[in-house]
């Protein structure tokens, strides 16, 4: 006999930015340690985005104490680079759009790979994407496409009510909150 | 010194009801104790219900599995008695609106009062309200007006993440959760 | 060799009316001769008619001087007669939807026949119907269900710009602008 | 005594325009006599245009027929001339956002002048705007900011209505319909 194990919910893959906006110093998940975290992650130029993503960031933006609840947007360019990508382009629709959250550029990746780093590393399947981190930094939802604001709001209820995590103490045994990992 | 008391969050006062729609048996809090329930007050007539507050009980409907959170709907007439207060009005409403969660016909009042009894026991300020009642049956939402699918969605989700009722026990001194009355 | 006809554009059947609201005294299509009428044949409890037959009324009401454009308003119940059918409940739904237009409760049918007999004139296929008439009174357009403004808007334009009626002088053969009628 | 003048129209000022998309061949005001012109202008990182104009403008394109109403979008670029004002952004644009009618490319101002040429012989005051042409090419609208769908719809049923253009002939005197231009 066993004790099942919890839902695995893994830590999420460090940011890797090219320039922040609305943030006077870079984000890091270390740095949103004990928050909600609700990541956007969209392109200026995605209808979907415009339409319903960015809206929806505000709106959770305008909801939520950034202490309990912080919005993160990340501009994940992997069509239409010239246009889009720089980022002076993304400094214009963060004035048109009047945003005020955290906005990180994502950093396009080497070579001729057109998906960024971040996009790679979370393994978005396109925008708009909504990925939504617990207090301890786990993916908790990884979302392509439109998720309605009851849905999102039954989630973050649930997240802003679990326990901000302990002060760090590094584990002794390479174990922590998710498992064991194998030598 | 002394440990804070909890915030005080009331049971709900029963129910009164004159017809049930769309439920085999009338319901009562007890009989849905261990569930989050959703209360939407609303008269057919008023116009903010039609649009706001029937789609978004709508959508909770929808939303979530009923032996996790079960929507409510109460028809409080308080105006136009005449015309709307009838079951037989309330019943053309729910065909034609094509709704499927169980609504209760609030009982009218003995003499002149306008109000209905649920309404006056819950002390509701008008229509559209909602109530939310958390898995032990005691009021957390009391709100008049609109509320948006978001923060409905974030108290939701704390409730739903909040424990079950253990097996029903007398309390031996006559407290419970909520503090002790005095004698 | 001949010239074809013109379109054939009847003029509307006589209103017959139960009972009229939001008018000092009854209209007829004759006292509304030299108007584009927009008539818009409802039901309180049907939802398309209450979220866009009766906004999409109330705009057009607000965008024209009643000079040129008229509003009217053609409660037609074919069902659920006892909870809609009253001039009560007319009158409350009038007063909670805050309407301004003139509004005729169109005469229930004598005997069996659930449609009401403008209804039945009109040869209307449901509610929300969209006819719109004329200055010279005859039926431009028979619309049943959803019309958007722009479609509706356009149609006016045209209405607008035609010319009035010039003073009535009976026919010396029978014939107007529709053509002649078989003796 | 004498007649009094008809409202004057002038004849729109010729489009200068860097480059057209979704069209074979340049169009010119010339080009489109005959037809009634509905102008949008507006800027692809302005929320207003995104929300309100590119859908209405696509509402239009999409209920009339070419031969009769001709949709055309101007990109008129007065501000973040660097990151929308290109050819490869505009296009980049109308792919991402599926437009199919044409749409031409404000021609740059020489010199300091951040606002673009047609925008500048139109005297339009920011995007998004509407300018409508009737028949013979003159001005019957110019609109700053949103307009909704019946005001722009009656307008377009009048101007659909009235009489197309005879074939040309060249005034013998200067005059035209708006008048007669002093020597």
Redesign the interface.
């Known amino acids: 006999m066993h004790t099942c194990a919890h839902a695995y919910h893994p830590p999420a893959p460090p940011l890797q930015v090219a320039q922040w906006f609305n943030t006077p110093a870079p984000l890091t998940w270390q740095s949103l340690r004990g928050k909600v975290v609700v990541l956007h992650a969209f392109q ?4 979907g985005c ?2 319903h993503g960015i809206p929806q960031a505000r ?2 933006h305008e ?1 939520f104490d950034t202490g309990q609840v912080q919005v993160v947007g990340l501009h994940s360019v992997f069509e ?1 680079h ?3 990508g ?1 980022p ?2 993304l400094q ?2 963060i004035h ?2 009047r945003l005020h959250f955290p906005i990180a550029l994502d950093a396009p990746s080497d070579g001729a790979n057109p998906i960024p780093c971040t996009m790679q590393a979370l393994a978005l399947q396109g925008t708009p994407s909504l990925i939504v981190l617990d207090r301890l930094g786990r993916v908790r939802l990884h979302h392509f496409g439109r998720l ?14 679990e326990a901000a995590p302990a002060p760090a103490s590094p584990p002794a045994d390479g174990c922590d909150a998710n498992g064991c990992p194998a030598p």
């Open positions: 200026m130029l995605c209808p415009v339409e709106r959770v909801a239409h010239a246009v889009q720089t002076e382009a214009a629709f048109e759009y309605d604001d009851l849905r999102l709001g039954v989630l973050l209820g649930q997240l802003i009510d």
